[in-house]
Nanobody
Framework: QVQLVESGGGLVQAGGSLRLSCAASGRTFSSYIMGWFRQAPGKEREFVASIPGSGSRTSYAESAKGRFTITRDNAKNTVYLQMNSLKPEDTAVYYC????????????WGQGTQVTVSS
């Protein structure tokens, strides 16, 4: 089973950029669909972006389109989330997640990394 560790979070001013990384352990990383989710205080966890094993097709939440980019490097067992033009409403704990293609839900989750965007 894949183990996930997020990094790259921090404090940034509005309009700035951050790149989150999610390092995965395991031997079958390329077989997993990877996703990024976030949860702000008092709010439900929400989907941000996902990328299949091939990296050929990506999916984004409307709030992320045009600003965020999800990529993966299967050789490094790592998925990234490049976040540009950050807004205060992007402030949240960001989680990396993984699922096998055959599964309907993500069943592997990282511990999360805090992203704080100041106005």
């Amino acid at each position: 089973q894949v183990q996930l560790v997020e990094s790259g979070g921090g404090l940034v001013q509005a309009g700035g950029s951050l790149r989150l990384s999610c390092a995965a352990s395991g031997r079958t990383f390329s077989s997993y669909i990877m996703g990024w989710f976030r949860q702000a205080p008092g709010k439900e966890r929400e989907f941000v972006a996902s990328i299949p094993g091939s990296g050929s097709r990506t999916s984004y939440a409307e709030s992320a389109k045009g600003r965020f980019t999800i990529t993966r490097d299967n050789a490094k067992n790592t998925v990234y989330l490049q976040m540009n033009s950050l807004k205060p409403e992007d402030t949240a704990v960001y989680y990396c997640a993984a699922r096998k293609s055959i599964l309907l839900k993500y069943d592997c989750w990282g511990q999360g990394t805090q992203v704080t965007v100041s106005s």
